[in-house]
């Protein structure tokens, strides 16, 4: 539980003890995006994936929470707030759920506990503006690899080759693209002998090329 390492003991016990364990299976949805909100999740065990609506009613797979990060913090901001994105196990998975009320009473205890929060804001919204400056001035190889990059650091020992099991069609919502296109640069990346594709995963052969193409 990483994020609350900055926290004194006995506010890290008062934080655990209020919040409620949670278990979801793999496919299992956590909130839809538009729902009503009041809690969040800090993730104990497994991986999520974080999506939203676009425009033209597709989905973009913004973020894959696991171990250590949050999710559904601005719940614990509003009286009336909605859940931003959709959230979705991607393995059988575990979180500790806090709700607002909670949260509150722990903020009047523990004025740290805020500040906790606001690292937690901070961090994810380090990570939109990246997403878009990719978005709008990487080329779409370069967005595939540096998201097949970011994966192998989530599902790898360091350096390590090794399986990604996630879909194509959530490493092209990370990335921006279309299943088609993403399908062409993962076959030219495959003839490379950087990877191997899988029904449902992706088989990274040459982890040090990878990252090479990432820069």
Same mark, same amino acid.
């Given at each position: ?5 900055s ?25 839809h ?20 609506? &676009? ?6 797979? @913004?973020? *894959? =929470?696991?171990?250590?990060? $949050?999710?559904g913090?601005? %719940? +614990? #901001? ?49 990570? &939109? ?6 978005? @709008?001035? *990487? =080329?779409?190889?370069?967005? $595939?690899f540096?998201?097949? %990059? +970011? #994966? ?48 449902g ?6 982890p040090?090329? @990878? ?5």
């Amino acid at each position: 539980m990483t994020l609350l390492d900055s926290l004194a003991d006995e506010a890290r016990r008062r934080v655990r003890a209020v919040m409620h364990r949670r278990k979801f299976a793999k496919g299992m949805i956590v909130f839809h995006e538009g729902d009503p909100g009041n809690s969040c999740h800090l993730v104990t065990k497994g991986r999520f994936a974080t999506s939203v609506s &676009t425009p033209l009613g597709q989905s973009a797979t @913004l973020w *894959l =929470p696991g171990v250590g990060e $949050v999710f559904g913090e601005m %719940a +614990l #901001l509003s009286d009336h707030g909605v859940r931003s994105a959709t959230v979705t196990a991607l393995e059988a998975s575990e979180t500790m759920e806090l709700h607002r009320d909670r949260f509150e009473e722990l903020c009047d205890q523990h004025p740290r506990v805020l500040r906790v929060l606001v690292e937690v804001l901070a961090r994810n919204v380090a990570r &939109t503006s990246e997403l878009a400056l990719s978005g @709008l001035y *990487l =080329p779409v190889e370069k967005r $595939v690899f540096r998201q097949l %990059a +970011l #994966l192998a650091a989530l599902y790898l020992e360091p350096g390590a080759p090794g399986t990604i099991a996630v879909t194509q069609e959530v490493v092209a919502t990370m990335a921006g693209t279309t299943r088609p296109t993403l399908n062409r640069v993962l076959k030219q990346a495959a003839a490379d002998g950087v990877l191997a594709l899988g029904r449902g995963r992706i088989e990274l052969l040459d982890p040090a090329r @990878l990252e090479r193409l990432a820069r």
